[in-house]
Nanobody
Framework: QLVESGGGSVQAGGSLRLSCAASGDTYRRYCIGWFRQAPGKEREGVATHDVDGTITYVDSVRGRFTVSEDNEQNTVYLQMDSLQAEDTATYYC???????????????????WGQGTQVTVS
């Protein structure tokens, strides 16, 4: 089970932090991914968090978004800074046991999805 929180509305240049709370087993054994989907667009990968703590980002968010972890809470965070209008989307966290846990892995390879949280940048 994945439970997301932290979306909202913010002005361009602002920040938001999303949370993805996972079950202990999911957190310890699965690749956790962040995806987003803007209206009328395909869902795209944003970042990944591997079981060994390795984190990867797609080019469009590298340097602005930061993934972190809380091992006590089995939670992965997505800190989003310098937000731009084009970051507006529904953001999802997802999980799968993958041979390669990197941003750019297609969404069809992920098995479990959170409910999504809306991020609006104006």
């Amino acid at each position: 089970q994945l439970v997301e929180s932290g979306g909202g509305s913010v002005q361009a240049g602002g920040s938001l932090r999303l949370s993805c709370a996972a079950s202990g087993d999911t957190y310890r054994r699965y690749c956790i991914g962040w995806f987003r989907q803007a209206p009328g667009k395909e869902r795209e990968g944003v970042a990944t968090h591997d079981v060994d703590g390795t984190i990867t980002y797609v080019d469009s968010v590298r340097g602005r978004f930061t993934v972190s972890e809380d091992n006590e809470q089995n939670t992965v965070y997505l800190q989003m800074d310098s937000l731009q209008a084009e970051d507006t989307a529904t953001y999802y966290c997802t999980a799968a046991r993958l041979p390669l846990c990197i941003a750019g892995v297609p969404d069809r390879d992920f098995d479990y999805w959170g409910q999504g949280t809306q991020v609006t940048v104006s």
